[in-house]
Protein backbone atom coordinates (compact mmCIF):
# COMPACT_ATOMS: atom_id res chain seq x y z
CA UNK A 1 0.00 0.00 0.00
CA UNK A 2 2.79 2.71 0.81
CA UNK A 3 4.30 1.49 -2.50
CA UNK A 4 0.86 2.70 -4.64
CA UNK A 5 0.65 5.54 -2.36
CA UNK A 6 3.94 6.77 -3.64
CA UNK A 7 3.29 5.81 -7.03
CA UNK A 8 0.17 7.65 -6.87
CA UNK A 9 1.54 10.88 -5.04
CA UNK A 10 4.49 11.05 -8.32
CA UNK A 11 1.54 10.34 -11.35
CA UNK A 12 -0.27 13.06 -9.95
CA UNK A 13 2.40 15.38 -9.09
CA UNK A 14 3.52 15.34 -13.10
CA UNK A 15 0.47 15.41 -14.22
CA UNK A 16 -0.48 18.83 -12.20
CA UNK A 17 2.83 20.01 -13.72
CA UNK A 18 2.15 19.27 -17.10
CA UNK A 19 -0.81 21.37 -16.82
CA UNK A 20 0.72 24.49 -15.48
CA UNK A 21 0.80 26.83 -18.56
CA UNK A 22 3.66 29.44 -18.55
CA UNK A 23 2.67 33.12 -18.03
CA UNK A 24 4.86 35.97 -19.19
CA UNK A 25 7.32 38.05 -17.50
CA UNK A 26 5.33 41.65 -17.50
CA UNK A 27 2.82 39.74 -15.41
CA UNK A 28 4.21 37.98 -12.07
CA UNK A 29 1.29 37.45 -10.63
CA UNK A 30 1.32 35.09 -7.93
CA UNK A 31 -0.76 31.77 -7.79
CA UNK A 32 -0.68 28.18 -6.28
CA UNK A 33 1.72 27.21 -9.50
CA UNK A 34 4.64 28.66 -8.87
CA UNK A 35 4.89 27.28 -5.53
CA UNK A 36 4.39 23.60 -7.13
CA UNK A 37 6.77 23.81 -10.49
CA UNK A 38 7.74 27.98 -10.78
CA UNK A 39 6.12 28.43 -13.86
CA UNK A 40 3.24 30.67 -13.34
CA UNK A 41 -0.05 30.11 -14.99
CA UNK A 42 -1.65 32.73 -17.43
CA UNK A 43 -4.31 33.40 -15.65
CA UNK A 44 -5.79 31.81 -12.16
CA UNK A 45 -8.30 29.72 -13.38
CA UNK A 46 -10.69 27.81 -11.03
CA UNK A 47 -9.47 24.69 -10.43
CA UNK A 48 -12.20 21.65 -11.57
CA UNK A 49 -12.89 19.04 -8.55
CA UNK A 50 -11.29 16.33 -10.63
CA UNK A 51 -8.23 18.65 -10.46
CA UNK A 52 -8.15 18.68 -6.92
CA UNK A 53 -4.59 16.77 -5.08
CA UNK A 54 -7.17 14.53 -2.82
CA UNK A 55 -9.33 13.67 -5.59
CA UNK A 56 -6.47 12.44 -8.28
CA UNK A 57 -4.28 11.17 -4.93
CA UNK A 58 -7.61 9.11 -4.53
CA UNK A 59 -8.66 7.92 -8.18
CA UNK A 60 -4.62 6.86 -8.42
CA UNK A 61 -4.84 4.86 -5.19
CA UNK A 62 -8.00 3.32 -5.74
CA UNK A 63 -6.76 2.09 -9.42
CA UNK A 64 -4.65 -0.32 -7.45
CA UNK A 65 -7.27 -1.73 -5.49
CA UNK A 66 -9.41 -4.63 -5.51
CA UNK A 67 -13.07 -3.96 -6.68
CA UNK A 68 -14.26 -5.72 -3.75
CA UNK A 69 -13.26 -2.92 -1.65
CA UNK A 70 -14.86 0.15 -3.70
CA UNK A 71 -18.44 -0.89 -1.79
CA UNK A 72 -16.42 -0.35 1.88
CA UNK A 73 -14.63 3.06 0.52
CA UNK A 74 -17.19 4.76 -0.83
CA UNK A 75 -18.63 4.64 2.80
CA UNK A 76 -16.15 6.98 4.22
CA UNK A 77 -17.25 10.05 2.92
CA UNK A 78 -18.92 11.76 -0.04
CA UNK A 79 -15.33 12.40 -1.70
CA UNK A 80 -14.46 9.07 -1.33
CA UNK A 81 -18.18 7.71 -2.83
CA UNK A 82 -17.82 9.85 -5.80
CA UNK A 83 -14.12 8.85 -6.54
CA UNK A 84 -15.13 5.46 -5.85
CA UNK A 85 -18.32 5.28 -8.59
CA UNK A 86 -16.85 7.30 -11.13
CA UNK A 87 -15.83 5.10 -14.33
CA UNK A 88 -13.52 7.37 -16.06
CA UNK A 89 -10.06 5.68 -14.23
CA UNK A 90 -11.29 2.24 -14.39
CA UNK A 91 -10.41 -0.43 -16.61
CA UNK A 92 -12.27 -0.62 -20.47
CA UNK A 93 -12.20 -4.46 -20.25
CA UNK A 94 -12.45 -6.90 -17.69
CA UNK A 95 -12.79 -10.79 -17.38
CA UNK A 96 -14.45 -12.71 -14.44
CA UNK A 97 -13.44 -16.75 -15.16
CA UNK A 98 -15.05 -19.44 -13.21
CA UNK A 99 -14.18 -22.87 -13.58
CA UNK A 100 -12.31 -26.43 -12.28
CA UNK A 101 -8.77 -26.09 -10.80
CA UNK A 102 -5.99 -25.44 -13.59
CA UNK A 103 -8.30 -23.60 -15.97
CA UNK A 104 -9.26 -20.74 -14.79
CA UNK A 105 -6.37 -18.61 -15.29
CA UNK A 106 -6.77 -17.97 -11.56
CA UNK A 107 -3.50 -17.33 -9.61
CA UNK A 108 -2.48 -20.93 -7.76
CA UNK A 109 -4.50 -22.53 -10.20
CA UNK A 110 -7.45 -22.42 -7.71
CA UNK A 111 -10.36 -23.45 -8.54
CA UNK A 112 -13.73 -20.83 -8.61
CA UNK A 113 -17.38 -21.90 -8.08
CA UNK A 114 -18.78 -18.34 -9.61
CA UNK A 115 -17.38 -15.48 -12.04
CA UNK A 116 -14.42 -14.01 -10.08
CA UNK A 117 -12.30 -11.13 -11.58
CA UNK A 118 -9.23 -12.56 -13.49
CA UNK A 119 -5.69 -10.63 -12.22
CA UNK A 120 -4.10 -11.09 -15.67
CA UNK A 121 -7.24 -9.47 -17.22
CA UNK A 122 -6.25 -6.45 -15.22
CA UNK A 123 -3.07 -6.04 -15.99
CA UNK A 124 -3.22 -6.61 -19.69
CA UNK A 125 -6.78 -5.67 -21.08
CA UNK A 126 -8.40 -8.81 -22.73
CA UNK A 127 -10.36 -7.78 -26.16
CA UNK A 128 -11.14 -11.87 -26.74
CA UNK A 129 -11.48 -15.77 -24.79
CA UNK A 130 -11.75 -18.61 -26.76
CA UNK A 131 -11.53 -22.23 -25.18
CA UNK A 132 -11.09 -25.47 -25.96
CA UNK A 133 -11.90 -28.59 -23.59
CA UNK A 134 -9.45 -28.06 -21.39
CA UNK A 135 -7.99 -24.57 -22.33
CA UNK A 136 -7.76 -21.22 -23.11
CA UNK A 137 -6.24 -18.66 -25.59
CA UNK A 138 -6.71 -14.98 -24.73
CA UNK A 139 -5.91 -12.05 -27.20
CA UNK A 140 -4.86 -8.61 -25.34
CA UNK A 141 -5.42 -5.04 -26.95
CA UNK A 142 -1.72 -5.01 -27.88
CA UNK A 143 -2.12 -7.96 -30.37
CA UNK A 144 -0.53 -10.19 -27.98
CA UNK A 145 -2.15 -13.94 -27.22
CA UNK A 146 -2.07 -15.79 -24.48
CA UNK A 147 -2.92 -19.22 -23.66
CA UNK A 148 -3.25 -21.84 -20.40
CA UNK A 149 -4.46 -25.14 -19.59
CA UNK A 150 -3.88 -28.13 -21.86
CA UNK A 151 -1.30 -28.02 -24.46
CA UNK A 152 -3.13 -27.83 -28.34
CA UNK A 153 -0.62 -30.98 -28.53
CA UNK A 154 -1.69 -33.10 -25.55
CA UNK A 155 1.35 -34.61 -25.00
CA UNK A 156 3.26 -31.30 -23.81
CA UNK A 157 0.89 -31.64 -21.35
CA UNK A 158 -0.60 -28.47 -18.89
CA UNK A 159 0.24 -24.81 -18.47
CA UNK A 160 -1.10 -23.52 -15.61
CA UNK A 161 -0.07 -19.56 -15.44
CA UNK A 162 -0.39 -17.81 -18.88
CA UNK A 163 2.34 -17.68 -21.41
CA UNK A 164 2.36 -15.53 -24.38
CA UNK A 165 3.01 -17.05 -28.12
CA UNK A 166 6.20 -14.99 -29.10
CA UNK A 167 5.58 -16.32 -32.72
CA UNK A 168 2.29 -13.97 -32.60
CA UNK A 169 2.19 -10.16 -32.70
CA UNK A 170 -0.59 -7.45 -34.31
CA UNK A 171 -3.42 -10.13 -34.27
CA UNK A 172 -6.55 -8.67 -34.32
CA UNK A 173 -8.63 -12.17 -33.42
CA UNK A 174 -8.55 -15.95 -32.78
CA UNK A 175 -9.71 -19.13 -32.88
CA UNK A 176 -9.46 -22.75 -31.61
CA UNK A 177 -11.44 -25.76 -31.47
CA UNK A 178 -14.48 -25.98 -30.35
CA UNK A 179 -15.23 -27.63 -26.96
CA UNK A 180 -18.18 -30.38 -26.44
CA UNK A 181 -17.88 -34.51 -26.57
CA UNK A 182 -18.13 -36.56 -29.08
CA UNK A 183 -17.28 -40.45 -30.09
CA UNK A 184 -13.13 -40.91 -30.04
CA UNK A 185 -12.67 -37.75 -28.28
CA UNK A 186 -10.49 -39.38 -26.00
CA UNK A 187 -8.60 -40.33 -28.41
CA UNK A 188 -8.20 -36.75 -29.80
CA UNK A 189 -4.52 -35.59 -30.13
CA UNK A 190 -5.23 -32.09 -28.97
CA UNK A 191 -7.04 -28.95 -30.79
CA UNK A 192 -6.24 -26.81 -34.01
CA UNK A 193 -5.56 -23.21 -33.42
CA UNK A 194 -5.74 -20.46 -35.66
CA UNK A 195 -4.91 -16.21 -35.17
CA UNK A 196 -5.67 -13.17 -37.80
CA UNK A 197 -3.24 -10.53 -37.58
CA UNK A 198 -4.88 -6.82 -38.02
CA UNK A 199 -3.22 -6.46 -41.67
CA UNK A 200 -5.18 -10.20 -42.82
CA UNK A 201 -2.25 -12.83 -42.12
CA UNK A 202 -3.13 -15.73 -40.87
CA UNK A 203 -1.20 -18.33 -38.80
CA UNK A 204 -2.36 -21.63 -37.63
CA UNK A 205 -0.60 -24.67 -35.06
CA UNK A 206 -1.85 -27.81 -33.62
CA UNK A 207 -2.71 -31.32 -34.89
CA UNK A 208 -2.72 -31.70 -38.72
CA UNK A 209 -4.15 -35.29 -39.51
CA UNK A 210 -6.88 -33.67 -41.87
CA UNK A 211 -4.16 -30.79 -43.71
CA UNK A 212 -6.61 -28.67 -41.42
CA UNK A 213 -3.62 -26.04 -41.00
CA UNK A 214 -3.46 -25.23 -44.67
CA UNK A 215 -0.16 -24.77 -44.05
CA UNK A 216 2.38 -26.92 -46.74
CA UNK A 217 4.96 -27.52 -44.42
CA UNK A 218 2.55 -28.91 -41.58
CA UNK A 219 1.60 -31.98 -44.17
CA UNK A 220 3.29 -34.94 -45.56
CA UNK A 221 6.32 -36.18 -44.77
CA UNK A 222 7.29 -33.00 -42.97
CA UNK A 223 4.46 -32.74 -40.61
CA UNK A 224 6.64 -33.04 -37.18
CA UNK A 225 5.74 -32.63 -33.85
CA UNK A 226 8.05 -29.50 -33.73
CA UNK A 227 6.35 -28.03 -36.91
CA UNK A 228 2.94 -28.17 -35.72
CA UNK A 229 3.59 -27.11 -32.49
CA UNK A 230 4.57 -23.19 -32.88
CA UNK A 231 2.23 -20.77 -34.69
CA UNK A 232 3.19 -20.76 -38.39
CA UNK A 233 2.51 -18.20 -41.40
CA UNK A 234 -0.14 -20.17 -43.57
CA UNK A 235 0.80 -18.96 -47.56
CA UNK A 236 -1.84 -19.17 -50.12
CA UNK A 237 0.56 -19.45 -52.85
CA UNK A 238 -0.28 -22.82 -54.19
CA UNK A 239 -4.01 -22.09 -54.05
CA UNK A 240 -3.56 -19.16 -56.21
CA UNK A 241 -1.41 -20.87 -58.55
CA UNK A 242 -4.22 -23.24 -58.79
CA UNK A 243 -6.99 -21.40 -59.30
CA UNK A 244 -6.71 -17.95 -60.71
CA UNK A 245 -10.66 -17.48 -60.39
CA UNK A 246 -10.32 -18.22 -56.71
CA UNK A 247 -7.15 -16.40 -55.75
CA UNK A 248 -7.40 -15.80 -51.26
CA UNK A 249 -6.69 -12.67 -50.36
CA UNK A 250 -6.98 -10.83 -46.89
CA UNK A 251 -8.05 -13.03 -44.53
CA UNK A 252 -10.63 -11.29 -42.29
CA UNK A 253 -11.83 -14.17 -39.88
CA UNK A 254 -11.48 -17.36 -38.99
CA UNK A 255 -12.90 -20.37 -37.32
CA UNK A 256 -11.61 -24.09 -36.49
CA UNK A 257 -13.61 -26.89 -36.07
CA UNK A 258 -12.54 -30.39 -35.26
CA UNK A 259 -10.91 -31.68 -38.44
CA UNK A 260 -11.44 -28.76 -40.61
CA UNK A 261 -10.19 -24.64 -40.36
CA UNK A 262 -12.82 -22.08 -42.23
CA UNK A 263 -11.95 -18.82 -43.39
CA UNK A 264 -13.77 -15.97 -44.70
CA UNK A 265 -11.20 -13.69 -46.98
CA UNK A 266 -11.55 -10.16 -49.03
CA UNK A 267 -10.62 -10.19 -52.42
CA UNK A 268 -6.52 -9.58 -52.94
CA UNK A 269 -6.81 -6.38 -55.89
CA UNK A 270 -7.57 -3.95 -53.26
CA UNK A 271 -10.48 -2.80 -54.39
CA UNK A 272 -12.77 -2.77 -51.87
CA UNK A 273 -15.69 -4.62 -53.07
CA UNK A 274 -17.43 -7.45 -51.16
CA UNK A 275 -17.89 -9.29 -54.80
CA UNK A 276 -14.93 -10.86 -54.43
CA UNK A 277 -15.28 -11.92 -50.51
CA UNK A 278 -15.22 -15.64 -49.90
CA UNK A 279 -15.70 -18.23 -47.60
CA UNK A 280 -13.41 -21.25 -47.74
CA UNK A 281 -12.88 -24.71 -45.98
CA UNK A 282 -9.57 -26.88 -45.80
CA UNK A 283 -9.58 -30.61 -43.77
CA UNK A 284 -12.97 -32.65 -43.46
CA UNK A 285 -16.31 -32.45 -41.72
CA UNK A 286 -16.60 -35.87 -40.47
CA UNK A 287 -15.03 -39.42 -41.77
CA UNK A 288 -15.21 -38.55 -45.67
CA UNK A 289 -11.42 -37.79 -47.16
CA UNK A 290 -10.09 -34.57 -46.12
CA UNK A 291 -10.61 -32.04 -49.07
CA UNK A 292 -7.91 -29.26 -50.24
CA UNK A 293 -8.78 -25.58 -49.97
CA UNK A 294 -11.67 -24.69 -51.56
CA UNK A 295 -15.01 -22.10 -51.69
CA UNK A 296 -18.47 -22.24 -51.09
CA UNK A 297 -19.98 -20.67 -54.13
CA UNK A 298 -23.15 -20.15 -52.15
CA UNK A 299 -21.37 -17.75 -50.34
CA UNK A 300 -19.27 -16.16 -52.56
CA UNK A 301 -19.68 -12.09 -52.37
CA UNK A 302 -21.48 -12.07 -48.95
CA UNK A 303 -20.45 -9.43 -46.19
CA UNK A 304 -20.27 -11.44 -43.30
CA UNK A 305 -20.35 -10.10 -39.30
CA UNK A 306 -19.55 -13.59 -37.89
CA UNK A 307 -17.94 -16.84 -39.24
CA UNK A 308 -18.06 -19.94 -36.54
CA UNK A 309 -17.53 -23.57 -36.22
CA UNK A 310 -19.14 -26.18 -34.59
CA UNK A 311 -17.44 -29.60 -34.40
CA UNK A 312 -19.11 -31.16 -37.72
CA UNK A 313 -20.31 -28.24 -38.97
CA UNK A 314 -19.86 -24.06 -39.88
CA UNK A 315 -22.47 -21.04 -39.34
CA UNK A 316 -21.59 -17.33 -40.94
CA UNK A 317 -24.05 -14.47 -40.06
CA UNK A 318 -24.47 -11.67 -42.58
CA UNK A 319 -24.60 -8.05 -42.03
CA UNK A 320 -28.29 -8.15 -42.68
CA UNK A 321 -28.13 -10.61 -39.54
CA UNK A 322 -29.16 -14.34 -42.52
CA UNK A 323 -27.79 -17.13 -41.22
CA UNK A 324 -26.02 -20.10 -43.32
CA UNK A 325 -24.80 -23.27 -42.43
CA UNK A 326 -23.24 -25.71 -43.84
CA UNK A 327 -21.32 -29.11 -43.20
CA UNK A 328 -22.79 -32.45 -41.72
CA UNK A 329 -25.84 -32.67 -40.35
CA UNK A 330 -25.30 -34.78 -36.99
CA UNK A 331 -21.60 -35.54 -37.08
CA UNK A 332 -20.48 -38.80 -35.59
CA UNK A 333 -24.46 -39.48 -33.51
CA UNK A 334 -27.23 -39.34 -35.85
CA UNK A 335 -29.51 -39.32 -32.84
CA UNK A 336 -28.39 -35.60 -31.97
CA UNK A 337 -30.77 -32.94 -33.35
CA UNK A 338 -29.77 -31.41 -37.13
CA UNK A 339 -27.05 -29.29 -36.45
CA UNK A 340 -27.86 -26.87 -39.48
CA UNK A 341 -31.36 -26.29 -38.31
CA UNK A 342 -32.94 -27.47 -42.06
CA UNK A 343 -35.44 -30.00 -40.34
CA UNK A 344 -35.19 -33.44 -39.99
CA UNK A 345 -33.81 -34.60 -42.80
CA UNK A 346 -33.63 -38.53 -41.69
CA UNK A 347 -37.58 -38.22 -43.01
CA UNK A 348 -37.77 -35.65 -45.75
CA UNK A 349 -36.23 -35.01 -49.01
CA UNK A 350 -35.24 -31.25 -49.16
CA UNK A 351 -33.88 -29.30 -52.27
CA UNK A 352 -30.75 -27.16 -51.52
CA UNK A 353 -29.09 -25.32 -53.89
CA UNK A 354 -26.84 -26.78 -56.72
CA UNK A 355 -23.22 -26.89 -56.30
CA UNK A 356 -22.03 -24.48 -58.99
CA UNK A 357 -18.25 -26.51 -59.24
CA UNK A 358 -20.01 -29.87 -59.34
CA UNK A 359 -23.46 -29.67 -60.88
CA UNK A 360 -23.44 -33.52 -62.05
CA UNK A 361 -23.54 -33.89 -58.29
CA UNK A 362 -26.79 -33.14 -58.00
CA UNK A 363 -28.23 -30.46 -55.14
CA UNK A 364 -27.81 -32.26 -52.10
CA UNK A 365 -24.12 -34.16 -52.38
CA UNK A 366 -20.63 -33.10 -52.91
CA UNK A 367 -17.92 -35.15 -54.74
CA UNK A 368 -15.90 -36.80 -52.63
CA UNK A 369 -17.92 -35.47 -49.49
CA UNK A 370 -20.37 -38.71 -48.63
CA UNK A 371 -20.03 -40.96 -46.05
CA UNK A 372 -22.12 -44.06 -46.83
CA UNK A 373 -24.43 -42.46 -49.26
CA UNK A 374 -26.86 -45.69 -49.09
CA UNK A 375 -26.96 -45.84 -45.66
CA UNK A 376 -29.54 -42.88 -45.52
CA UNK A 377 -30.06 -42.02 -48.70
CA UNK A 378 -30.33 -38.12 -49.56
CA UNK A 379 -30.66 -37.77 -45.92
CA UNK A 380 -26.89 -38.64 -45.53
CA UNK A 381 -23.62 -36.67 -46.23
CA UNK A 382 -22.17 -33.34 -46.36
CA UNK A 383 -24.43 -30.40 -46.79
CA UNK A 384 -23.75 -27.38 -49.08
CA UNK A 385 -24.42 -23.74 -47.37
CA UNK A 386 -28.35 -22.93 -47.04
CA UNK A 387 -29.77 -20.16 -45.22
CA UNK A 388 -31.56 -21.02 -42.12
CA UNK A 389 -35.05 -19.98 -42.61
CA UNK A 390 -36.94 -23.06 -40.78
CA UNK A 391 -39.07 -22.10 -38.02
CA UNK A 392 -41.23 -23.84 -35.23
CA UNK A 393 -44.91 -24.62 -35.77
CA UNK A 394 -47.24 -21.54 -34.63
CA UNK A 395 -44.35 -19.59 -34.38
CA UNK A 396 -42.76 -16.44 -35.86
CA UNK A 397 -39.25 -16.93 -37.78
CA UNK A 398 -36.10 -16.38 -35.58
CA UNK A 399 -35.80 -13.17 -37.32
CA UNK A 400 -32.47 -11.19 -37.90
CA UNK A 401 -29.39 -12.56 -36.14
CA UNK A 402 -26.84 -10.84 -34.30
CA UNK A 403 -24.22 -13.63 -33.33
CA UNK A 404 -24.37 -17.58 -32.76
CA UNK A 405 -22.09 -19.81 -30.77
CA UNK A 406 -21.59 -23.40 -31.52
CA UNK A 407 -20.52 -26.92 -29.64
CA UNK A 408 -20.14 -30.11 -30.85
CA UNK A 409 -23.81 -31.31 -30.82
CA UNK A 410 -25.78 -27.84 -30.04
CA UNK A 411 -25.62 -24.33 -31.34
CA UNK A 412 -27.41 -21.36 -29.69
CA UNK A 413 -28.44 -18.07 -31.93
CA UNK A 414 -28.74 -14.44 -30.47
CA UNK A 415 -31.10 -12.37 -32.58
CA UNK A 416 -30.76 -8.41 -32.72
CA UNK A 417 -33.86 -8.03 -31.00
CA UNK A 418 -32.38 -10.13 -28.14
CA UNK A 419 -33.86 -13.70 -28.20
CA UNK A 420 -32.04 -16.81 -27.70
CA UNK A 421 -32.80 -19.67 -29.80
CA UNK A 422 -30.89 -23.11 -29.87
CA UNK A 423 -30.74 -26.61 -31.68
CA UNK A 424 -29.38 -29.60 -31.76
CA UNK A 425 -28.96 -32.55 -28.75
CA UNK A 426 -30.52 -31.85 -25.82
CA UNK A 427 -29.02 -34.22 -23.71
CA UNK A 428 -28.30 -32.74 -20.10
CA UNK A 429 -30.38 -29.98 -21.07
CA UNK A 430 -27.58 -28.35 -23.21
CA UNK A 431 -30.27 -26.23 -25.33
CA UNK A 432 -32.34 -24.86 -22.60
CA UNK A 433 -35.53 -25.97 -23.58
CA UNK A 434 -37.06 -29.73 -22.98
CA UNK A 435 -37.12 -30.39 -27.46
CA UNK A 436 -34.81 -33.47 -27.09
CA UNK A 437 -33.82 -34.06 -31.21
CA UNK A 438 -34.03 -30.23 -32.20
CA UNK A 439 -33.65 -29.92 -35.93
CA UNK A 440 -35.67 -26.71 -36.03
CA UNK A 441 -34.29 -23.09 -34.23
CA UNK A 442 -36.43 -23.12 -30.62
CA UNK A 443 -36.55 -19.92 -28.81
CA UNK A 444 -35.55 -20.48 -25.06
CA UNK A 445 -39.25 -19.70 -23.43
CA UNK A 446 -37.39 -18.92 -19.93
CA UNK A 447 -35.59 -16.25 -20.97
CA UNK A 448 -38.74 -14.78 -22.66
CA UNK A 449 -39.08 -10.82 -21.02
CA UNK A 450 -35.36 -10.48 -21.21
CA UNK A 451 -33.11 -9.48 -23.89
CA UNK A 452 -30.25 -11.06 -24.38
CA UNK A 453 -27.14 -9.90 -25.72
CA UNK A 454 -24.24 -12.26 -25.82
CA UNK A 455 -24.19 -16.44 -25.13
CA UNK A 456 -22.23 -19.42 -25.35
CA UNK A 457 -22.56 -23.49 -25.43
CA UNK A 458 -20.72 -26.07 -24.67
CA UNK A 459 -20.52 -29.44 -24.11
CA UNK A 460 -23.92 -30.12 -21.99
CA UNK A 461 -23.90 -26.80 -20.73
CA UNK A 462 -25.02 -23.03 -22.22
CA UNK A 463 -24.77 -19.54 -21.17
CA UNK A 464 -26.01 -16.42 -21.73
CA UNK A 465 -25.66 -12.55 -20.67
CA UNK A 466 -28.74 -9.75 -21.39
CA UNK A 467 -27.98 -6.20 -21.76
CA UNK A 468 -28.76 -5.63 -18.04
CA UNK A 469 -25.86 -7.68 -17.10
CA UNK A 470 -27.31 -10.56 -16.02
CA UNK A 471 -25.59 -13.76 -16.42
CA UNK A 472 -27.65 -17.30 -17.03
CA UNK A 473 -26.26 -20.79 -17.57
CA UNK A 474 -28.58 -24.57 -17.94
CA UNK A 475 -27.45 -27.61 -18.44
CA UNK A 476 -24.81 -30.22 -17.32
CA UNK A 477 -27.15 -32.41 -16.03
CA UNK A 478 -25.46 -35.65 -18.18
CA UNK A 479 -22.16 -37.22 -18.93
CA UNK A 480 -19.64 -34.87 -17.03
CA UNK A 481 -21.40 -32.57 -16.08
CA UNK A 482 -20.34 -28.31 -16.06
CA UNK A 483 -21.01 -25.23 -15.07
CA UNK A 484 -24.60 -25.19 -16.12
CA UNK A 485 -25.25 -27.65 -12.64
CA UNK A 486 -27.43 -30.07 -13.76
CA UNK A 487 -30.30 -27.28 -14.21
CA UNK A 488 -33.19 -27.74 -16.76
CA UNK A 489 -33.52 -24.12 -17.38
CA UNK A 490 -31.11 -20.69 -17.31
CA UNK A 491 -30.63 -20.08 -13.88
CA UNK A 492 -29.08 -16.51 -12.93
CA UNK A 493 -25.53 -16.33 -12.15
CA UNK A 494 -23.71 -14.03 -9.15
CA UNK A 495 -20.54 -12.52 -9.69
CA UNK A 496 -17.64 -12.54 -7.03
CA UNK A 497 -15.37 -9.87 -6.23
CA UNK A 498 -17.70 -6.86 -6.25
CA UNK A 499 -18.30 -6.16 -9.95
CA UNK A 500 -18.99 -2.02 -10.55
CA UNK A 501 -22.34 -1.80 -12.29
CA UNK A 502 -21.11 0.26 -15.23
CA UNK A 503 -19.34 -3.14 -16.52
CA UNK A 504 -21.74 -5.12 -19.15
CA UNK A 505 -20.56 -8.56 -20.62
CA UNK A 506 -19.73 -8.23 -24.17
CA UNK A 507 -18.68 -11.75 -25.00
CA UNK A 508 -19.29 -15.50 -23.29
CA UNK A 509 -16.87 -18.06 -23.68
CA UNK A 510 -17.26 -21.74 -22.03
CA UNK A 511 -14.88 -24.28 -21.75
CA UNK A 512 -16.42 -28.14 -20.93
CA UNK A 513 -15.79 -26.96 -17.05
CA UNK A 514 -14.87 -23.72 -17.19
CA UNK A 515 -16.00 -20.46 -18.81
CA UNK A 516 -15.06 -17.14 -19.06
CA UNK A 517 -17.31 -13.54 -19.63
CA UNK A 518 -15.68 -10.62 -21.28
CA UNK A 519 -16.77 -7.47 -19.49
CA UNK A 520 -16.91 -3.64 -21.29
CA UNK A 521 -17.03 -0.40 -19.39
CA UNK A 522 -20.42 1.49 -20.49
CA UNK A 523 -18.89 4.99 -22.00
Not at 359 to 372: C, D, F, S, Y
Amino acid sequence: LEAATAAAVAAWHRQLVRRQVQQSTWDPSSNTSRKVSNVLRFMPFRHKEAEYLEYDLLSLVFAYLPFRTLGTLSLVSKRWRSVATDPSWKPELIVLAWGRAGLTGLPGATACPRPTLLPFAMEREVLQVCCCDEATLALTTDGRVWHWGMSWLKINGITNEPTCLEELSDIGAIACTVPGYFHGREAARGFTCAAVTRSGVLYTWGPNHSGQLIRAEATGALATAAVNARPGRVSFDRHNERSEDDRVGKVLMVACGRMFTAVYTAADNNSGSIAGNRVLTCGRFVQEAPHALRAWAALNGLQLRQLAAGAFHCCCVTVTGELWTWGHPWGKDHANGNLLAQGNEMTMDQDATPDVDNPQMGPTHINGLEVHPGTFGVAHGTRLPRRVIAHAPHEPPMGAVAEVTCSTYSTLAITVDGKAYAWGDCDGGSLGHNVGECHIPRRLASLAGLRVAHGGVCYTNGAAATEDGSVYVWGGAMWQGGLGGGSDGPQRVGFGGGVPPEYKVSSVALGSWHGYLVLRRAP
